[in-house]
C-alpha cells in the first residue's frame, strides 16, 4: 500500500463490529431496523471474494497462463475451461 498512495487513502483502517452477538445477528437486526449498512459490509466482502476466486482460478490455470477477467459477467474470457470452476452442478430437480 506504501507504493500505491491513491488506493491507501481509500482503504478503511478499522472495519465496523457488529451490534448484536455476530454478523448473523447483526444482519438480522439491520433488517428489522432498516439499516442498510451493517458490520459485515456487502461491497467489501463481494469484492473480497471475487479478488480470492480470481486467485483460485488462477491456481487452475496454470504457470504462464494470463486470465482475462470478464467482471460484470463473472466469467473468465479468454480460458472458458476455467468457468466449471464458477458454478455447483445441481442434482436433478434442484437448480441455482
Known amino acids: 500500500l506504501e507504493k500505491m498512495p491513491e488506493v491507501q487513502s481509500k482503504?478503511?483502517?478499522?472495519?465496523?463490529r457488529p451490534k448484536?452477538?455476530?454478523?448473523?445477528?447483526?444482519?438480522?437486526?439491520?433488517?428489522?431496523?432498516?439499516?442498510?449498512?451493517t458490520a459485515a459490509s456487502f461491497d467489501y466482502g463481494a469484492r473480497l471474494t471475487e479478488f480470492t476466486l480470481l486467485g483460485n482460478l488462477a491456481q487452475h490455470a496454470g504457470v504462464g497462463k494470463k486470465i482475462e477477467w470478464d467482471?460484470?459477467?463473472?466469467?473468465?474470457?479468454?480460458?472458458?475451461?476455467?468457468?466449471?470452476?464458477?458454478k455447483r452442478l445441481y442434482r436433478k430437480g434442484w437448480t441455482a
Open 20 to 37: 448484536g452477538e455476530n454478523v448473523m445477528t447483526d444482519l438480522l437486526e439491520a433488517v428489522r431496523e432498516g439499516r442498510k449498512e
Open 71 to 86: 467482471g460484470p459477467n463473472m466469467k473468465v474470457a479468454n480460458l472458458k475451461e476455467l468457468n466449471q470452476w464458477l
Open 11 to 16: 482503504v478503511p483502517r478499522t472495519l465496523t
